[in-house]
Each structure stands twice: as structure tokens, then as C-alpha cells.
């Protein structure tokens, strides 16, 4: 079974399930917000994952009971499994409104499509019990509708896949250096340019951000890890920043 308790504090609960992804697939991390008898799952994931997703999460809350499914962008590793989520559930499905259409691609049965609330580009906010989630703009980041979830209770940004790791064999960053070849080629290669990287900072930058919980691999932890996080992004060249000619020419016969 997964599921590491990340955070547990006045009736708020973080729960962190990441040990779920076949190995064929790449890791993806799944992570429960209870507040107060309501609950939000971030990221549910595909198919492959949903049943034992389902009895993991059981563990800390009834899985029938979700308020919120928030997808924080259109990949399969964040909204394969929606359709069996919003038919197990009475869960409201949160995305980006550009990808609204993409669902039913998806298996999304056209009886549910009106429990998918669209999320307008500059974010929103949502209730569980009395304390507000911020949902974050996060475009391009790497999805052009893409979004991140800021808890102010428990202090912590899930930031989907900013901050990603692969194969990074620790649940929390301890050597932020040593991680850096885990995290660094994702990022050149998926983020679509400094400038958003640039954005994203300054706008995350006046939030009270105690952790950063990313859709793959390790967490950041602590106020100094975080903004060591944060300050790398701010500077990196990345997608766009790194193309040239070479790479757009026709390949040889």
C-alpha cells in the first residue's frame, strides 16, 4: 500500500500516494488534501492506477466522499482515469477550460461532462470546510492551460510538473545540487522559456510556501529548499531559450 502523510495539523491532512506507476510508465505522484471532512485529490492519474488508488486512499478518507478532483493540466498521467473518479464520486473535476473538449477523448461519459468545472486562465479559488485553495496560473509550465494549487493551511504549492524529478531515489530533497541531475534535463526540455519561469517566480514569490510537491518524484521541503527552488527556475534557459537552427532542419535521407 501507499501513502506518506506529508502534513497533519488542526483537522488538515496531506496525503502523498507515489508509489502507484507501472514501471513501463513514468512516475507520477497522486496527492490527497483533507480539510474538515472535505477533500481534494490533485492529479488522479490513468488507468493503471485508479483501483489501487481508490483502496489507498481509503486509508485516510472514504474515496466515494472527494469534493474536488483538481487536473492541473491534459496529459493521460494526470486525466486517463477521470471517468472512473467522476462515476464513483459526486466530485466536482476541475481543469483548464482549453482542455474541457480534450475529456471526452478520455472516456469521459457525456452524462458527467457537467460536473467539469472549467478553470479561466487567471485561476480561481475553492472551499474545502473554511480553508480556501488558490488555484495558480501556470501556463506553459508546461501545458499552455496549466495550473497549480496553492494550500494555505498547510503552506504547500503543488506545482504539477514544475519541480519534476526522474528516477530520484528520495521522497524529500535533501542535497539540492545532487538533485539537479534529476530535475534539470526535464525542465530544459519541457518548460516552454525563461520568460514564464520568470513569471511563475515572481508571482509564487509572495506566497508563505513551506513545501513544493511536484507531480513526479521528490518534494521540497522547508522555507531555504523551497526558495532555492524557486530561485533556479527563475534563471534557467529552457524549451524555446534552447532551440536553433539545428534542430529545425530536415532530417537526412
Same mark, same amino acid.
Given at each position: 500500500?501507499?501513502?506518506?502523510?506529508?502534513?497533519?495539523?488542526?483537522?488538515?491532512?496531506?496525503?502523498?500516494?507515489?508509489?502507484?506507476? @507501472? *514501471?513501463?510508465?513514468?512516475?507520477?505522484?497522486?496527492?490527497?488534501? $483533507?480539510?474538515?471532512?472535505?477533500?481534494?485529490? #490533485?492529479?488522479? +492519474?490513468?488507468?493503471?492506477?485508479?483501483?489501487?488508488?481508490?483502496?489507498?486512499?481509503?486509508?485516510?478518507?472514504?474515496?466515494?466522499?472527494?469534493?474536488?478532483?483538481?487536473?492541473?493540466?491534459?496529459?493521460?498521467?494526470?486525466?486517463?482515469?477521470?471517468?472512473?473518479?467522476?462515476?464513483?464520486?459526486?466530485?466536482?473535476?476541475?481543469?483548464?477550460?482549453?482542455?474541457?473538449?480534450?475529456?471526452?477523448?478520455?472516456?469521459?461519459?457525456?452524462?458527467?461532462?457537467?460536473?467539469?468545472?472549467?478553470?479561466?486562465?487567471?485561476?480561481?479559488?475553492?472551499?474545502?470546510?473554511?480553508?480556501?485553495?488558490?488555484?495558480? @496560473? *501556470?501556463?506553459?509550465?508546461?501545458?499552455?492551460?496549466?495550473?497549480? $494549487?496553492?494550500?494555505?493551511?498547510?503552506?504547500? #504549492?503543488?506545482? +504539477?510538473?514544475?519541480?519534476?524529478?526522474?528516477?530520484?531515489?528520495?521522497?524529500?530533497?535533501?542535497?539540492?545540487?545532487?538533485?539537479?541531475?534529476?530535475?534539470?534535463?526535464?525542465?530544459?526540455?519541457?518548460?516552454?522559456?525563461?520568460?514564464?519561469?520568470?513569471?511563475?517566480?515572481?508571482?509564487?514569490?509572495?506566497?508563505?510556501?513551506?513545501?513544493?510537491?511536484?507531480?513526479?518524484?521528490?518534494?521540497?521541503?522547508?522555507?531555504?529548499?523551497?526558495?532555492?527552488?524557486?530561485?533556479?527556475?527563475?534563471?534557467?534557459?529552457?524549451?524555446?531559450?534552447?532551440?536553433?537552427?539545428?534542430?529545425?532542419?530536415?532530417?537526412?535521407?
Amino acid at each position: 500500500m501507499s501513502g506518506r502523510v506529508l502534513f497533519e495539523e488542526n483537522d488538515h491532512k496531506i496525503v502523498l500516494f507515489e508509489e502507484l506507476t @507501472p *514501471a513501463s510508465a513514468v512516475q507520477a505522484n497522486q496527492y490527497l488534501i $483533507v480539510h474538515k471532512g472535505e477533500a481534494m485529490l #490533485l492529479d488522479p +492519474g490513468g488507468h493503471k492506477v485508479f483501483s489501487q488508488l481508490q483502496r489507498d486512499i481509503s486509508r485516510f478518507f472514504p474515496p466515494s466522499q472527494i469534493k474536488y478532483i483538481f487536473l492541473s493540466h491534459q496529459d493521460p498521467d494526470v486525466v486517463a482515469s477521470i471517468n472512473g473518479w467522476l462515476l464513483t464520486t459526486n466530485a466536482q473535476a476541475l481543469i483548464s477550460r482549453l482542455w474541457i473538449r480534450f475529456l471526452p477523448h478520455f472516456g469521459l461519459d457525456s452524462q458527467l461532462e457537467n460536473r467539469v468545472i472549467p478553470i479561466e486562465d487567471r485561476g480561481m479559488r475553492v472551499k474545502l470546510g473554511d480553508c480556501e485553495l488558490i488555484i495558480l @496560473p *501556470a501556463h506553459f509550465l508546461h501545458s499552455p492551460g496549466n495550473f497549480q $494549487v496553492y494550500d494555505p493551511c498547510s503552506k504547500t #504549492l503543488f506545482s +504539477g510538473d514544475l519541480g519534476a524529478s526522474l528516477g530520484s531515489p528520495y521522497v524529500f530533497v535533501e542535497d539540492f545540487d545532487a538533485h539537479l541531475r534529476y530535475m534539470e534535463p526535464f525542465h530544459k526540455r519541457y518548460m516552454a522559456s525563461r520568460k514564464v519561469m520568470n513569471l511563475w517566480a515572481d508571482m509564487v514569490s509572495e506566497l508563505d510556501i513551506e513545501m513544493i510537491a511536484p507531480q513526479h518524484g521528490a518534494v521540497f521541503k522547508g522555507k531555504g529548499m523551497v526558495e532555492r527552488f524557486i530561485n533556479w527556475a527563475r534563471e534557467l534557459p529552457c524549451g524555446v531559450d534552447l532551440m536553433d537552427e539545428g534542430v529545425y532542419s530536415i532530417p537526412g535521407g
